[in-house]
């Protein structure tokens, strides 16, 4: 089994940059997929990006955003840490939310986003961005 921990976050003002780590431990093999999610009170739970940890040289390394934060978020990993990040700059108040890393068999471009693809999931870390 997949065993992810995230950590990173933190309250910073707006305009500002946090980078969120999701360290992974565990059976990780079977494991093709990484997704950051966030979630605020109230609010559904939304995909804000994904990368491809496996699933051959077609796939490897490739990313998927969510609109509102391409230019802004980067996802990006570290096999030999096993771990993956996101990079968050030019923060926005409604980037708040917990944030939480999930894995799960292979990134989709249509259904990354769904939380219901992942099987793994972390406890998450909170952002919170003031105005």
């Known amino acids: 089994q997949v065993q992810l921990v995230e950590s990173g976050g933190g309250s910073v003002q707006a305009g500002g940059s946090l980078r969120l780590s999701c360290a992974a431990s565990?059976?990780?093999?079977?494991?093709?997929?990484m997704v950051w999610f966030r979630q605020a009170p109230g609010k559904e739970r939304e995909g804000v990006a994904a990368?491809?940890?496996?699933?051959?040289?077609?796939?490897?390394?490739?990313?998927f955003y969510a609109d509102s934060v391409k230019g802004r978020f980067t996802v990006s990993q570290d096999n030999a840490k096993n771990t993956v990040y996101l990079q968050m700059n030019s923060l926005k108040p409604e980037d708040t939310a917990m944030y939480y890393c999930?894995?799960?068999?292979?990134?989709?471009?249509?259904?990354?986003?769904?939380?219901?693809?992942?099987?793994?999931w972390g406890q998450g870390t909170p952002v919170t961005v003031s105005s």
């Open positions: 990368i491809a940890t496996g699933g051959g040289i077609r796939y490897y390394g490739s990313t």
């Open positions: 565990g059976y990780t093999y079977s494991s093709n997929c």
């Open positions: 999930a894995a799960g068999d292979d990134c989709y471009s249509g259904t990354w986003s769904l939380s219901t693809e992942y099987d793994y």
